[in-house]
T-cell receptor, first 114, second 113 residues
Framework: NAGVTQTPKFQVLKTGQSMTLQCAQD?????MYWYRQDPGMGLRLIYYSASEGTTDKGEVPNGYNVSRLNKREFSLRLESAAPSQTSVYFCASSEGGMSYNEQFFGPGTRLTVL | DQQVKQNSPSLSVQEGRISILNCDYT??????FLWYKKYPAEGPTFLIS?????DKNEDGRFTVFLNKSAKHLSLHIVPSQPGDSAVYFCAAGNSGGYQKVTFGTGTKLQVIP
């Protein structure tokens, strides 16, 4: 099992460009999440999907959109990238959406916006 | 408003000694707590958790202690090993319904051989 996979691993964008970060899990998990990690800020939730067909905003959703394409895949889109979106992005999944459900993380995407 | 705080950004410990990582929370609705470990260039991995009905949970070299009255938890690693060098994130949530967990800012542990 690959677990949670993310593509790409690295990306450099210019301000105003758009891109989609891809995430897939092969654990048949119901819930999926997108986080960003910034120095001194920890992991902050951008969007989550409790189950296939549903998505909800997290702590820092502005500037992002998400799509839960099917049970396996959850993508994050930046419509018009800004330097403030320079960060490391992690996708995660869990069997259920409860706080006691262990989350499994992908390896991350390091994004730089110039 | 940081609801989960890890006030020590870094910690250095000699191999074989005890590592104590601390976490404070402000939201009294939190009743489930988790620790994740993160190596460079990898995603975080789950380490250990504790429910508020307990004050201690142990898994091998790792023990988490919860002090509900102080809204404080700590992770003890005994004995510390060089492979434990990583960033440790504390996370908290409410188990009473669907709730997201809130992560702390992390503590970077360095275990010196």
């Amino acid at each position: 099992n690959a677990g949670v996979t993310q593509t790409p691993k690295f990306q450099v964008l210019k301000t105003g460009q758009s891109m989609t970060l891809q995430c897939a899990q092969d654990m048949n998990h119901n819930s999926m999440y997108w986080y960003r990690q910034d120095p001194g800020m920890g992991l902050r939730l951008i969007y989550y999907s409790a189950s296939e067909g549903t998505t909800d905003k997290g702590e820092v959703p502005n500037g992002y959109n998400v799509s839960r394409l099917n049970k396996r895949e959850f993508s994050l889109r930046l419509e018009s990238a800004a330097p403030s979106q320079t960060s490391v992005y992690f996708c995660a999944s869990s069997e259920g959406g409860m706080s006691y459900n262990e989350q499994f993380f992908g390896p991350g995407t390091r994004l730089t916006v110039l | 408003d940081q609801q989960v705080k890890q006030n020590s950004p870094s910690l250095s410990v000699q191999e074989g000694r005890i590592s104590i990582l601390n976490c404070d929370y402000t939201n009294s609705m939190f009743d489930y707590f988790l620790w994740y470990k993160k190596y460079p260039a990898e995603g975080p991995t789950f380490l250990i958790s504790i429910s508020s009905i307990k004050d201690k949970n142990e898994d091998g070299r790792f023990t988490v202690f919860l002090n509900k009255s102080a809204k404080h938890l700590s992770l003890h690693i005994v004995p510390s090993q060089p492979g434990d060098s990583a960033v440790y994130f504390c996370a908290a949530g409410n188990s009473g319904g669907y709730q997201k967990v809130t992560f702390g800012t992390g503590t970077k542990l360095q275990v010196i051989p």
